[in-house]
């Protein structure tokens, strides 16, 4: 029985990262036709630790926790799938530090591995099927962060507040206090929603206009925003919705276009199809 393994690993922060729940969607969709082993190993040195999810016969979730020596998750993560006879077709890394575990099966089970965000892969998330109002007079602007970009999200929304515009800080980050502070100086036009899953981000996009993306993270970018999407820097793929800016003030000039479109949503189901055909295809090609 062969079918599509998804590799997340980094530290426990990643854990808060917004694609977590729409990367749950997609895989649990999958399993509905195709069997899919969802792994995630979130690093810290706390006690290992493990928790099992079931999709029916053909998916599976694993999450580790802690401490965990590489050994101990390859000789686990192997006996279930001789235990459940199952063989990975194709192994789509979505964040890797290590490549140790991904080395071995490949070479083991001689199957490709493939980013999620590079050219092989289909890099975007499925939205809820909430619905969604989009209002273009909206000028209110979303700002999702992560561990890495708070600085850069608090310089930008502190400057987007000086010309006029409302900003939504969503995400993950170590610490608010410097985003408290912008509340304080624009208690209407500041709203900080920290920590919230991705379903509960949707919510919040009805009221925006665009997103902001402060940092270059190729995951966020195939989200189902349902809004124009601002890119720093090129991006690493072109798609409708999609825009770039170098600074700042780029990027407060291109706000103003008429021209802005936003990106397409996609369900869980209709990703899911889009996932099966790229692995069929390329169980095809390693096979010619």
Known sequence: MKGLVFWVEGPVGIAFELWQEPLHLLSEAISE???VWLLRYYRSETTPAYEMEIWDSRGRAITFWGAWKSKKILHFVESYWQAEG??????????????SFLVRWKKRFGIPVVDFGSEEGLWRWPHSGLSQVYRAEAERLLLPLNRGSSEAA????SFLLERGWSVLFTGWAQESTSFRRLHSQYPHRVGI????SWLDVESLLEGCWAVILPAPIPALLGLGWGRPVFYPGALPREGPGLYTYQG????????RSDRLTPTPLFSPAQLASMWIEWYDSLLV????
């Open 33 to 35: 036709r195709l069997p």
């Open 86 to 99: 199952f063989i990975p077709g194709a192994i789509v890394k979505v964040s890797a530090s290590l490549t």
């Open 154 to 157: 608090h310089r930008i929304g």
């Open 193 to 196: 929603y920290l920590g919230l």
């Open 248 to 255: 700042v003030e780029e990027l407060l000039a291109s706000l």
């Open 285 to 288: 090609g390693s096979l010619s």
